[in-house]
């Protein structure tokens, strides 16, 4: 059952299960110390009430207190939660964990018989006033094509909005990924045959800058009490 969240606006899913996510991943920036690494979280819907009271204490606008357009916060929060949504609604997910504390999140969900994926919202967000969290894009994108070079998809694809709320051009950072765009349907894609595979060619390209490290035999862990939502 769904419920009108009457702070926000949005709707929320009216369910107590606890959130058990399962660590895939471990990455950091080359340049930063080991403190700072990124652990990257497989998500599902069984992980909606964890979601929505993160959605909740996620405080964008105390991050970026000179931000000048609602509508930028606006737009913000529609990214995120469009990722909360989409995993209510079947997609799957992955969130990003910096010092105990989410910061970023992506949903994505198969197509072209399971042999490609659209990443459906892809967002990150300050975990310290005025200051981005260096890595958090990169780290979360690395992990979802690394998991596309293993199971040799032939295609991700996306459709960048044009500019994030601070003003930055999403199709930048996407071709600094290895992304290009497709003209024919106006998306953003990344694609494998038998001559190229983009997935490894942009896992390779991020590892130059990203110390990326598998977790083994992962096992659930209790998030609830693991992460920290105090923004």
């Not at 964008?60 to 609602?70: S, V």
Request: aromatic share 10%; hydrophobic share 35%.
């Amino acid at each position: 059952m769904q419920i009108q969240n009457r702070k926000t606006g949005y709707k929320k899913i009216n369910n107590a299960t606890a959130f058990k996510g399962l660590p895939v991943a471990k990455i950091r920036l080359k340049n930063l110390p080991a403190c700072d690494e990124i652990t990257i979280i497989q998500l599902s819907k069984e992980d909606l009430p964890f979601l929505n009271n993160m959605f909740e204490k996620i405080n964008l606008e105390k991050m970026y207190p000179n931000l000048p357009e609602k509508k930028d916060f606006d737009k913000w929060k529609d990214m995120i939660f469009g990722a909360i949504s989409n995993i209510e609604f079947g997609a799957k997910g992955f969130l990003a964990a910096r010092k105990n504390k989410p910061c970023a999140i992506l949903s994505f969900s198969d197509i072209n018989s399971n042999q490609g994926f659209y990443i459906d919202h892809a967002a990150s967000w300050p975990l310290a006033p005025n200051e981005g969290t260096k890595g958090a894009g990169k780290s979360i994108f690395r992990h979802i094509l690394g998991k596309g070079a293993e199971e040799n998809k032939k295609l991700a694809r996306l459709v960048p909005d044009t500019l994030t709320p601070r003003g930055k051009n999403c199709n930048d950072f996407y071709k600094e990924i290895g992304f290009s765009k497709n003209e024919k349907n106006f998306t953003t894609e990344i694609t494998a045959n038998e001559q190229t595979n983009g997935f490894k060619q942009s896992c390779e390209k991020l590892d130059s800058i990203l110390e990326y490290k598998k977790i083994a035999d992962s096992t659930e862990t209790d998030l609830n009490s693991a992460l920290n939502l105090d923004f």
